[in-house]
């Protein structure tokens, strides 16, 4: 079979009788993967949409554990606060406790003191109303 003179020369017609310099299977498959290259960009594109919309979501995600961590630590501080604030308290009542017995022991040697003297003048009087 004898070659075409235009084939020779790097020249070629395509389906539609246009002259083209590249072959037609090589345009054809320029063609297809020019296809499957925007096929691809295009699927690219989507992947980088949802991963950026993923990163988003983990972003959120961090600053909602980031607020309740935060939360947690004021919440433990606070109750520490609290148990500081009992055990300071319990101290105190336990000082005063102390000071008000102590006050009750004053008030009953007094008050033994005092029964004694009434008795004693009791006693007083009753010898001198019986003297009289």
């Known amino acids: 079979m004898a070659k075409d003179p235009l084939s ?3 020249f070629y017609f395509d389906e539609l009788n246009k002259l083209r310099v590249l072959e037609p299977d ?5 063609s297809e993967l020019k296809e499957e290259c925007k ?3 295009d699927k ?6 949802i991963v950026g919309g993923l990163i ?6 961090a600053k909602e554990a980031e607020t309740e961590k935060i939360k947690a630590i004021g919440a433990r501080n606070l109750l520490k606060s609290v148990a500081k604030q009992r055990e300071a308290q319990q101290q105190q ?3 005063l406790i102390a000071e008000k017995k102590m006050q009750l022991e004053r008030y009953r040697i007094e008050y033994e003191a005092l029964s004694k003297v009434e008795s ?4 007083f009087i009753d010898q001198f109303i019986l003297q009289k």
């Not at 090589?26 to 320029?30: A, D, F, G, N």
């Not at 988003?56 to 995600?61: A, F, I, K, S, Y």
């Open 93 to 95: 009542l336990q000082a």
């Open 56 to 61: 988003e979501l983990v972003d959120e995600l």
């Open 8 to 10: 020779e020369a790097g």
């Open 26 to 30: 090589v345009s054809q498959k320029t």
């Open 120 to 123: 004693e003048q009791n006693e």
């Open 39 to 41: 096929e691809f960009v």
């Open 44 to 49: 690219i594109g989507q992947f980088q949409k």
